[in-house]
């Protein structure tokens, strides 16, 4: 089969596209054909070497997280999917094992080939509603986790205010929609050009990057692109007694923020405890969650994709197909 892979640590620009054997599925697994995949922060930063010390790759580590696809094979003892349903889904590395799950891990061989296998029992996979694309669900599965989870942790009231900081991402795009389908005033921050695209998925007002363009008072704010130990400013803009969300590393401390009259919340559920992959199907499958897809390309065109994920401004999500 083909797979894009790296072959060493290394930036994107040296990944590749290879020939690899087909996996197998082994006991409670399944071997999936894939559909679609999309580029995730996790694509750069494992083979970067960010992680080398707590999580090093064997290689060629293929890359991609995110999928759909069909079910090809089951292992034995398999019962959650058949043969022939489509499926999608989010899958660390199993080079992330520490990271994943604590109860039920969702580890895969890498998405982003044309077959990949996945362990079956896990909440982070799911059947793909028939009225989702392929390609939307693959851009939805770590973006509308993300989002179902902080809309949780929240817990959103009709007529609030939120920042969202960070809202041209896959996490801020899949969020800034749940928060208007749920009654919430959006502020979120975007370039002129990406304006037009928040404004239709929800967004009330537009500012700018720079922290002096934050409002002040409102009772939530949603920290999608700064480094936890850089929230100061995010923390400004809320009322006291506001909450601020933040899903970027390192994990914040309260005395970070620069005050102590606002709640802070460290997002981060790979066990689907706040909702697993089946509620990400529903939102998408009801419209409550559209995917924000800036490009698709084709398998050949992986690297490419990893590259520009890394060096280029991007809105949504980049999905490859296969």
């Keep these: 089969m083909k797979a894009a892979v790296a072959t060493g640590y290394g930036p994107p620009e040296r990944y590749t596209v290879e020939e690899l054997p087909v996996p197998s599925p082994g006991p409670g697994q399944i071997q999936v054909r894939i559909a679609a995949a999309s580029v995730n922060p996790s694509d750069i930063r494992l083979p970067n070497g960010e992680y080398r010390d707590v999580a090093p790759l064997e290689f060629p580590h293929v890359l991609g997280i995110d999928f759909a696809g069909t079910v090809t094979e089951t292992g034995a003892g398999v019962t959650t999917f058949a043969v022939g349903e489509e499926i999608f889904g989010q899958a ?9 799950g604590a109860t039920r891990p969702s580890l895969s061989t890498g998405t982003m080939a044309e077959y990949a296998v996945f362990e079956a029992d896990t909440p982070l996979l799911a059947r793909r509603p028939a009225g989702v694309s392929a ?32 809202a041209t991402g896959g996490v801020g795009t899949a969020l800034v929609p749940v928060l208007a389908a749920a009654g919430v005033r959006v502020i979120a921050t975007a370039t002129d050009d990406d304006a037009d695209v928040l404004r239709d998925l929800g967004a009330e007002e537009i500012i700018g990057y720079a922290e002096p363009d934050y409002p002040t008072g409102v009772d939530l704010a949603f920290n999608l692109a700064f480094p936890g130990d850089h929230l100061t400013g995010v923390a400004a803009a809320l009322r006291p ?30 066990d689907g405890e706040l909702g697993g992959m089946r509620e990400v199907g529903e939102r998408a499958a009801s419209g409550v969650l559209p995917a924000t897809v800036t490009r698709e390309y084709g398998l050949a065109e992986a690297a490419r994709a990893c590259v520009d994920f890394a060096r280029l401004h991007t809105t949504g999500k980049l999905v490859v197909t296969m």
């Design 241 to 270: 007694g506001g909450r601020l969300l933040t899903i970027t590393f390192p994990v914040p401390q309260p005395e970070w923020l620069g005050r102590d009259d606002v709640e802070l919340s460290f997002v981060l559920d790979m």
């Design 92 to 100: 660390l590395p199993r080079a992330l094992r520490p990271m994943a």
């Design 135 to 166: 390609r939307d669900a693959a851009a939805l599965a770590t973006t509308g986790l993300t989002a179902g989870a902080l809309m949780a942790t929240a817990g959103v009231a009709a007529g609030e205010t939120a920042l969202v900081v960070g």
